[in-house]
């Protein structure tokens, strides 16, 4: 059972548009959602995160929205630069139940100059 | 920020024989630490969950006496991958828990089994 789902595998947008990156979770108990960017070869490296709580959080270019009731939440990026090109995966914790990651299954962005 | 240094980036192993990777947390101490699988395309599965002094928690479908977890130190766990096979051949990372909602992640080892 799938907990947390990144529908879309891949992405392409043009330099310097918006990049919408789409994360599904189906866990009502999680508290706390977190949006990790992972080159190849690489670990991944924490970029933004939203309590379950909020609805918004900004910080730079990324911004991450969080629908509860759709249990839905979206990063955002703008401007897309071509160095955003990387794989995207969303994460969600339940504080209560070992506070451990549950990731999806990721989403390639590819940003054309 | 928190630092977690991960070795070796990446190992290639006869079949057969054994492989340690490790993990250490550089500057903060680390009380637990989590192993994790990538097969590729995929995403990040947990193996293990590993707890300083005691014995690691490992997910389902993860064999034990496979994929040993020593977790001896607040700085340090390691996992040995034994008597591998191709099929073990992956990219593993460790991650570090700092707070409650802070994770750290390694930068990974590629192990590649010929």
């Known amino acids: 059972d799938q907990q947390v789902k990144q529908n879309s595998p891949s992405l392409s947008v043009q330099e310097g548009r918006i990049s919408i990156l789409n994360c599904d979770y189906t866990?009502?108990?999680?508290?706390?959602f977190l949006w990790y960017k992972k080159y190849p070869a690489e670990g991944p490296t924490f970029l933004i995160s939203?309590?379950?709580?909020?609805d918004k959080n900004e910080d730079g270019r990324f911004t991450v929205f969080l629908n509860k009731s759709a249990k839905h939440l979206s990063l955002h990026i703008v401007p897309s630069q071509p160095g955003d090109s990387a794989v995207y995966f969303c994460?969600?914790?339940?504080?209560?139940?070992?506070?451990?990651?549950?990731f999806g299954g990721g989403t390639r962005l590819m940003v054309k100059p | 920020g928190a630092v977690v240094s991960q070795h070796p980036s990446r190992v290639i192993c006869k079949s057969g024989t054994s492989v340690k990777i490790e993990c250490r947390s550089l500057?903060?101490?680390?009380?637990?630490m989590f192993w994790y699988r990538q097969f590729p395309k995929q995403s990040l599965m947990l193996m293990a969950t590993?707890?300083?002094?005691?014995?690691?928690?490992?997910e389902q479908g993860v064999e034990k006496d496979k994929f040993l977890i020593n977790h001896a130190s607040l700085t340090l766990s390691t996992l040995t991958v034994t008597s591998a096979h191709p099929e073990d051949s992956s990219f593993y990372i460790c991650?570090?828990?700092?707070?409650?909602?802070?994770?750290?992640f390694g930068s990974g080892t590629r192990l590649t089994v010929v």
């Open positions: 500057d903060f101490q680390a009380t637990t």
């Open positions: 590993s707890n300083e002094g005691s014995k690691a928690t490992y």
């Open positions: 939203i309590s379950s709580i909020k």
């Open positions: 991650s570090a828990r700092e707070t409650s909602y802070g994770y750290t």
């Open positions: 866990n009502s108990m999680f508290d706390y």
């Open positions: 994460a969600a914790i339940q504080y209560n139940a070992g506070n451990m990651l549950t």
